[in-house]
């Protein structure tokens, strides 16, 4: 009874490691998708920030003392989310509206636009770093989900089944000496009853 009990939850923790692996990795490619799309407006964001900017340093000479007068960024918050026993990171990135602390009258439209510009690719490397960070986590636990399950699937299932079979045969063994031996004690009295 032992035996069966074990084989019945091992089964049932594999069915259940199975359907968190797929939840994991439904979960994961979902994320892998936004990346991909932020990925390759990032990249162009960036491109047009260092561009600008170029364009700035060019123009203005080294705009060195300018950005300094940019503060920095305090505003990011990290909170985590479940998905089935897996923390994933949420962040926040305040979206105060831009104001300029620099003075414009010693910058051109150019400075402009790349401070507008590393300010969308801020918010979006924030968006960013969530995700690949989910799924970097969703994978860790994706692998180590799998090994879970095939481990319960190759080795302990396997292994509770002989048992519970091996088990089951020298019952059934046993009782089938117990029945001849009981027909044989029967067929005994009848021989001593007749004579």
Known sequence: MAAKRSLSQAQLGYELMDRKRNILIREMVNLSDKAKEIRGSIDQVFSDAYRSLQEANIMLGVVTPL??????????????????????????????????????????????????????????AATLAEIENSVYRL??????????????????????????????NALEEKE???????????????KQETA
């Open 176 to 190: 089938r000496e117990e029945f001849s031996r009981q027909k044989i004690i029967k067929a005994n009295k009848e």
């Open 67 to 124: 950005t300094n007068q940019i503060p920095e960024e305090t505003g990011v918050k990290v909170t985590y989310r479940s998905v089935m026993g897996v923390e994933l990171p949420t962040v926040k990135l305040e979206e105060a509206p831009l104001e300029m602390t620099y003075s414009p009258m010693l910058t051109n439209s150019q400075f402009d636009r790349a401070f507008i510009c590393f300010n969308k690719a801020k918010m979006m």
């Open 139 to 168: 994978s860790v636990a994706i692998k180590k989900t799998q090994k879970r399950a095939n481990a319960l699937k190759n080795i302990l299932i396997p292994r509770y089944t002989e048992q519970v079979k091996f088990i089951t």
